[in-house]
């Protein structure tokens, strides 16, 4: 791991994260490559200015919830070989209704070199903290659809009233949002634009359990 990386869930506390892509649930239908631990990375810079954001959502009785941070170019590259594969239709209804999944790419909804590999990106949303449910968004994360986009026609006014302050909060706390996701936000001033790592969202017992499984499957 990168010397000015963090795992949020140590320098952020009060973050709920849930790792998509290091589970079953994500666009994909399974667990990434890179992703050895469900646990949330990134720069150091973008954990102080999470921990802001964190600080602002709960002044509106909001806390946030985060689906990705860093990632690994070698997950990109597997999704790039994903893209690649038949149709199985798994996930297509749930994250890609309306476009082939090779399309992903064009459309602008994955990328070949993701800001994410950069370690200054997010995907997350809100939840109240006093009942824990998610603040409606009008779509799950990962829905590569126009109804995903800021602005979008056609979601309820609460998911509309969501966005608006999701956005609030991220844009006041030095993020900026991606026009088509409105789970997606990078830091204005990320410390690594030109850089695009690669070493594994890690951790000790996941090295272990992973070095182990190798072994017994060899």
């Given at each position: 791991m990168?010397?000015d990386?963090?795992?949020?869930d140590?320098?952020v506390?009060?973050?709920?994260?849930d790792?998509?892509?290091a589970?079953?649930?994500?666009f994909?239908?399974?667990?990434?490559?890179?992703?050895?631990?469900?646990?949330?990375?990134?720069?150091?810079a973008?954990?102080?200015?999470l921990?802001?954001?964190?600080?602002?959502?709960?002044?509106?009785?909001l806390?946030l919830l985060v689906?990705?941070?860093?990632?690994p170019?070698r997950?990109?590259?597997?999704f790039?070989?994903?893209s690649?594969?038949?149709?199985?239709g798994?996930t297509k209804h749930r994250h890609?209704p309306?476009?082939?999944?090779?399309?992903?790419f064009e459309?602008?909804?994955v990328?070949t070199?993701?800001a994410h590999s950069r370690?200054s990106t997010?995907d997350l949303t809100l939840?109240d903290l006093?009942?824990?449910?998610?603040?409606?968004m009008?779509?799950g994360?990962?829905?590569?659809?126009?109804?995903?986009?800021?602005?979008?026609?056609?979601?309820?006014?609460?998911?509309?009233r969501?966005?608006r302050?999701?956005?609030?909060?991220m844009?006041a706390s030095?993020?900026d949002?991606y026009?088509?996701?409105?789970w997606?936000?990078?830091?204005?001033?990320?410390?690594?634009p030109?850089?695009?790592?690669?070493?594994p969202?890690?951790s000790?017992?996941?090295?272990a359990v992973y070095a182990a499984?190798?072994v017994r499957?060899?």
């Open positions: 990168h010397d990386f963090a795992f949020l140590e320098v506390p009060g973050v709920r994260w790792a998509k892509y589970t079953w649930d994500n994909t239908g399974g667990p990434v490559e890179g992703y050895l631990a469900n646990r949330i990375m990134g720069t150091r973008l954990c102080v200015a921990a802001d954001a964190r600080d602002l959502a709960a002044t509106m009785g806390g689906w990705d941070g860093y990632r170019q997950a990109v590259d597997c790039v070989r994903w690649k594969q038949p149709e199985d798994r890609y309306h476009i082939d999944r090779c399309e992903m459309q602008g909804y990328a070199k993701s370690g997010v939840f006093e009942t824990g449910d998610l603040v409606p009008g779509g994360f990962d829905l590569m659809d126009t109804s995903s986009h800021h602005g979008a026609k056609g979601i309820t006014r609460d998911a509309a969501g966005r302050q999701l956005r609030a909060i844009e030095g993020f949002a026009p088509l996701e409105w997606h936000y990078t830091l204005s001033d990320e410390p690594y030109d850089t695009y790592f690669d070493f969202v890690d000790p017992i996941a090295s499984t190798a499957w060899r």
